[in-house]
Structure formats: structure tokens, C-alpha cells
């Protein structure tokens, strides 16, 4: 059993937090006065809301933002434990939030998925008497009023440039952009023609506001980004109320400040876009009109929310982009979102992980500044790590072939008993029987002994495993000199824990079930998802190195006291592995076990 896995509490990994930058911004900036005064009016909002306000009660407040196209999978989980882990550790909220600015590929089945992987990783999103689930759409009137109030300070414009046209002014790396011909129309101009987007007098694609920036940033996301386009699309809660959407860089800052978030982390990929959440916050956040100093009424309230970056989790053998498992499950190679070998956290489930190994996998992994690859063995080495403690023992046979106790009357047959957790002897003993035909493993006989096999072959004698010890006597053979059966004598005076037991002296110890009793069931078996290690990396198609040998289903004998299991319970199967239940498949009439991981690991270099 591991330390780790000991230390584990129910909530989740409760180990001395390891030290990571993101810790440390914190701790620096709740030294500072400004973030000791925070008002937090109990629901998101503009200045106006805020103002005034009591105190904040979290000591910061982070948040989730998932859009809602996809199921969540284990890079989700690493942002989840990020944020959801530091709020829960500084004595701060997380808000759930739904970034759902992006209407078509958008749905209430996705938003569901949402909410249920984040509560099945043991978090809460509910703190300090606030719900704090929130969606970006309720926004759109406050996100709509901040675009323009950007147009009425001189700081956005509607462009009508073609698309052709914008994208070649846009410029290069190496080359500045041209300003739009629409770059220095008069306020009210633009203003009247946003109007009239939002009124849907323009068609789809013939407009977009733009932020005034500088088009010869060296920061292309700097030269005047578009930060609303029409798109006259259906959106899954605000149905056909708006034609105009707002891009996700102008949406999510002011959702970090509509919810008084005080560190909005996300991956390293957002790290150009900072300048545009600060540019963006700070002028709606602003007293004075910058151009000709004219007094304001700020949209929003300091402090501001802060973007800060971290690396993305990157996983060998698995591929973590919500789009790409979506092709995985519309091309048909996989069974769906919670196919066993899915990175999906509904997949993940289904497959025998847990919360509490998810959460130690995250922990073990922390935080850091810089892209890397995270060996799968991690993964699985904190699910073993976590298992191990608690799965109850039981003897399945995967590859069964009869073994033919010949000394004994058809009739035979005997008690034995196992413990439930060899470290744990308050859960008790299993009970089984022991007759005349058992099923062991076909790889546990061996006609011509290879060197060093110690288990059965004509001539030797092994124990099985909690019952007693036999001396092979034979096989029988069928077509192609295939092994059919097994013959063996049993010793009656040799049974585990009885006196006298162990002066057989046996180097073998092999597992079985009874025939008459075992519990016949489909037994799934898992490989890795792809055969290259680095499946969609340096633009390549991860669909090339799909393992068509991911799934191995086989027809296993299980110990007979498993027919009553009920989904939820971890089992290791002796030398296999562990094993749960299928979610959706399993049956009392009908059993279906997945194999969660091997007993070793398989995976590390
Ligand atoms: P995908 O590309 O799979 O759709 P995404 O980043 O577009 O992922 P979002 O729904 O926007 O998905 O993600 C919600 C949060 O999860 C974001 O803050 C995002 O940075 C984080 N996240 C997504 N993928 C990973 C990952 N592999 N590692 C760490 N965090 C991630
Ligand atoms: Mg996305």
C-alpha cells in the first residue's frame, strides 16, 4: 500500500500543498490593500452592482469557464483541481461558469455533462450562500452596453470591410497592418451602424466591431481585434433574442469582472491575448476618457481581474481536445463521450477511475510555466495508488480452461475462505467452494515446462490459492494438439490454514473458481487508445495511430460471490488487475467488468 494513497481524505488529496507559482501571485497579491476591500454584492455585475457592496467574504474568487461543446476530459480535470483546489485551500469561491458565447456548437446536453463531471470530482461550485453558477449569456445586454461605451470613448468601430480585405490588413509577423478605411469614422457613426447590427438590418458577416488599438503592434492580437460579429444562430438559452455574439477575447475578460474573479487562470495559449484583457478592462474600468479627458462613469470596479497562465496537460497516448474526441465519437471508433477508453471524465468513470485518483494525479502533476508531456503511467500510477487501499480481492479466470480433480467423487466439494482485504481483516472473509472441476488460466499449464515455470505441468505440484495442494497427473488434447483439460490429484490433507498445511512445500500458487458455482460474465480488457505516443502532435492525424487492438472483450469465470455486485465496488481481480462493474452494461443476469488498469505498469519508458 502506498503513503500517498494514505493520506488521501474523503474530499480528496490532502497533501501539504506543494509550492507553485500560482500560489505565490496569490500570496503576494492578498498582502495587497486593494485586494483586503473588495466588495462582492452576491451576484455578478458592473460598478454599479458592486459598488458599495459588503465586503467579499471569499478570500479570492476563481473560477471554471467551460463552453459547453463537449464533454470535460482529464485535461478539464487539471484545470478543475486548479481552480476549484485553490479557492477550497485559500478559503475562496469558485464559480462555475458556462462560456457560453458561442452558440452553434452549443447545448443543454453538453452544459449537463458539465455540472455532473465537476460534482463527481467532489467539487462545489455553491460557497458563502451563493449559488455562483453562472453563464456568460446572461452577460450579453452588460457585454452589449461595453461595447458601447468602448465606441462612445473612441476606443472601437464598426468595420465594413470585406473579409479578404480585413485579413490582408491585418499584416504579418514581420509587417504592419493598414489601417481600415473605417478605422477614423465618426463616433456617431459607428455607433448608429452597431445599432443597427444588433437590430439585424445588416447581413451575417457584412460588419464587425472592432477595438482601436494600434495596427502595427508587434502583438497581432493588439492590431484592432473584432470583438462582436453578427451571426444569426440559435443559441440554447437565449434563443433568438440576439444576431450579434461577442468574440470569446472581449466576452471573457468581462465575465472575469462581472464576477469580481480575482485570478483568472487558463492555458499558456492565452498568453497574447493578456494585453488585450487588460487593454479591454482597463478603459471599461476607466474615469477619465483617455483622449481628451472628460470624466467617465466606469463600467467596472478594481480590482481587476488578473489572467495568469499555466501549461496545458498533455497526456502521451491521448489526444485532450473536446473537438477531436468529438470526431472519435462521430466517425463511430469509439462507443461514445463515456467509452471506457475515452480521456473523457464521464469515460474515466466508466472505466474505474475515481475522484480520488483523478484528484492525486493532479496534485502529483501540480502546476508550472512550460508545455510538457505527462507520461500516462502517472495517471495510472496514482489510480493504483489509490485503489490498492480499498478494492475488494476476488479471484476471476480470464482465459479458463478445466482443470479435472480425478481423486475425488463428482460429488466433492468443501468450503474455503479468503480475505475481503488482505490489510483489512475487519471486512471479513469471502467464502467459496472448492469441487471436482474448477477453471484455472490456460497460461498456468504447461504440458513441456518452459525453464522456470513453476506452476502446473505432469509431475508437479502446485496450491490453489486458498484451498489446496494438487500434483498434475495429464492434459487432454483436442484438434491441433490444443489443451482441452487439465488432470490433477488433490492432497485432502493440504487445505489452507488447517494443521499440517504447509509441510507440502510448493513453488506455484495458482488462482481458479469452482465450475458448479462460478460466475460466467463478459470481461472487457483495455489497451492504449493510440500507438504513437504523441498522437496529434507536429500536426499529425491523430486518427492514423488509432490502436485497433484498444478492446479485447473475453468470456471469464468470476468467484461465485460476485453475482450480487452492485456498481460503484473497485475489485481486484487476483494477477489481473482491478476491475468495476460497467456502468451502463452491467446486469445482475448479465455481468459486464472493465478492467480499470493492470496489477504493473505497462506504460512508463
Ligand atoms: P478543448 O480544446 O478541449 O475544447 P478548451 O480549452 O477549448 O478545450 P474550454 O471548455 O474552453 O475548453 O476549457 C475550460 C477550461 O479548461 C479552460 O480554462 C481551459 O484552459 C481548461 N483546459 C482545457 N483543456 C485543458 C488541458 N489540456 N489542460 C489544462 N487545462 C485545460
Ligand atoms: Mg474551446
Known amino acids: 500500500m502506498s503513503d500517498s494513497a494514505n493520506k488521501n481524505t474523503a474530499a480528496g488529496v490532502d497533501n501539504a500543498p506543494a509550492s507553485n507559482f500560482l500560489r505565490n501571485i496569490i500570496d503576494s497579491d492578498l498582502k495587497k490593500p486593494e485586494y483586503q476591500v473588495r466588495p462582492w454584492a452576491g451576484k455578478p455585475g458592473g460598478a454599479d452592482v458592486h459598488e458599495g457592496a459588503p465586503a467579499d467574504p471569499a478570500a479570492i474568487r476563481l473560477r471554471f469557464p467551460p463552453e459547453p461543446n463537449g464533454y470535460l476530459h482529464v485535461g478539464h480535470a487539471k484545470a478543475i483541481c486548479v481552480n476549484f483546489g485553490l479557492a477550497q485551500e485559500y478559503g475562496g469561491a469558485c464559480h462555475m461558469r458556462f462560456d457560453d458565447t458561442n452558440p452553434e456548437k452549443e447545448s443543454e446536453e453538453f452544459a449537463d455533462s458539465i455540472l455532473d463531471a465537476v460534482s463527481w470530482l467532489g467539487f462545489k461550485w455553491q460557497n458563502f450562500g451563493d449559488d455562483n453558477l453562472y453563464y456568460a449569456s446572461d452577460y450579453f445586454e452588460f457585454m452589449y452596453q461595453a461595447a458601447e461605451f468602448l465606441i462612445q470613448a473612441g476606443l472601437a468601430y464598426v468595420d465594413e470591410q470585406n473579409a479578404d480585405d480585413m485579413r490582408a490588413n491585418r499584416g504579418t509577423l514581420n509587417q504592419a497592418g493598414v489601417d481600415s478605411p473605417f478605422r477614423n469614422r465618426p463616433v456617431a457613426e459607428s455607433l448608429a451602424r452597431f445599432r443597427a447590427m444588433r437590430a439585424g438590418e ?48 472581449f466576452a471573457h475578460p468581462i465575465e472575469d469582472a462581472l464576477e469580481r474573479i480575482t485570478h483568472s487562470f487558463c492555458t499558456l495559449e492565452f498568453e497574447d491575448q493578456r494585453p488585450f484583457y487588460d487593454w479591454l478592462l482597463g478603459n471599461l474600468a476607466a474615469q477619465h476618457n483617455a483622449a481628451d479627458g472628460t470624466v467617465l462613469q466606469p463600467l467596472l470596479s478594481q480590482p481587476l481581474p488578473k489572467q495568469i497562465e499555466f501549461a496545458r496537460l498533455n497526456l502521451s497516448y491521448v489526444v485532450t481536445s473536446k473537438r477531436k474526441l468529438q470526431q472519435l465519437v462521430t466517425e463511430n471508433k469509439l462507443s461514445g463521450w463515456d467509452d471506457p477508453r475515452m480521456p473523457t471524465i464521464v469515460g474515466l468513470r466508466r472505466r474505474g477511475y475515481t475522484p480520488e485518483a483523478i484528484q492525486l494525479f493532479c496534485a502529483r502533476i501540480g502546476v508550472s510555466k512550460s508545455d510538457s508531456w505527462i507520461d500516462y503511467s502517472v495517471l495510472e500510477g496514482a489510480l493504483r495508488d489509490t485503489l490498492d487501499p480499498v478494492a475488494h480481492r476476488a479471484v476471476a479466470v480470464l482465459d479458463p480452461i478445466p482443470l479435472i480433480l480425478d481423486n475425488v467423487d463428482d460429488d466433492w466439494a468443501d468450503q474455503c475462505s479468503a480475505p475481503v482485504h488482505p490489510h483489512h481483516p475487519e471486512w471479513g472473509t469471502r467464502q467459496f467452494t472448492i469441487g471436482k472441476r474448477l477453471w484455472i488460466e490456460a497460461e498456468d499449464f504447461q504440458e513441456n515446462p518452459e525453464k522456470k515455470f513453476f506452476r502446473l505441468f505432469p509431475g508437479n505440484k502446485v496450491r490453489l490459492r486458498y484451498g489446496y495442494v494438487i500434483e498434475c497427473t495429464g492434459c487432454d488434447k483436442g484438434e491441433h494438439g490444443k489443451v482441452t483439460a487439465v488432470h490433477a490429484n488433490v492432497f485432502l490433507d493440504s487445505k489452507s490454514g488447517t494443521p499440517g498445511a504447509d509441510t507440502y512445500k510448493v513453488k506455484g500458487n495458482i488462482h481458479w473458481v469452482d465450475s458448479a458455482h462460478a460466475l460466467e460474465a463478459t470481461v472487457r480488457l483495455y489497451d492504449r487508445l493510440f500507438t504513437e505516443e504523441h498522437p496529434d502532435a507536429g500536426g499529425k492525424n491523430f486518427m492514423d495511430s488509432l490502436n485497433p487492438k484498444s478492446l479485447t472483450e473475453v468470456k471469464a469465470y468470476l468467484e461465485a460471490g460476485l453475482k450480487d455486485t452492485w456498481s460503484g465496488t473497485v475489485y481486484q481481480f487476483e494477477r489481473h488487475g482491478y476491475f468495476v462493474p460497467d456502468l451502463k452494461d452491467h446486469t445482475l443476469n448479465s455481468p459486464v467488468f472493465n478492467r480499470t488498469t493492470t496489477l504493473k505498469d505497462s506504460w512508463s519508458k
Do not use: E, Q
Request: some cysteine.
Open 202 to 249: 445588416l447581413p451575417d458577416g457584412a460588419a464587425v466591431l472592432r477595438a482601436k488599438i494600434d495596427m502595427a503592434s508587434p502583438n497581432m492580437n493588439m492590431r484592432d481585434p473584432a470583438i462582436y460579429r453578427i451571426r444569426r444562430a440559435f443559441h440554447h438559452r437565449t434563443a433568438d433574442d440576439w444576431c450579434i455574439y461577442p468574440m470569446y477575447t
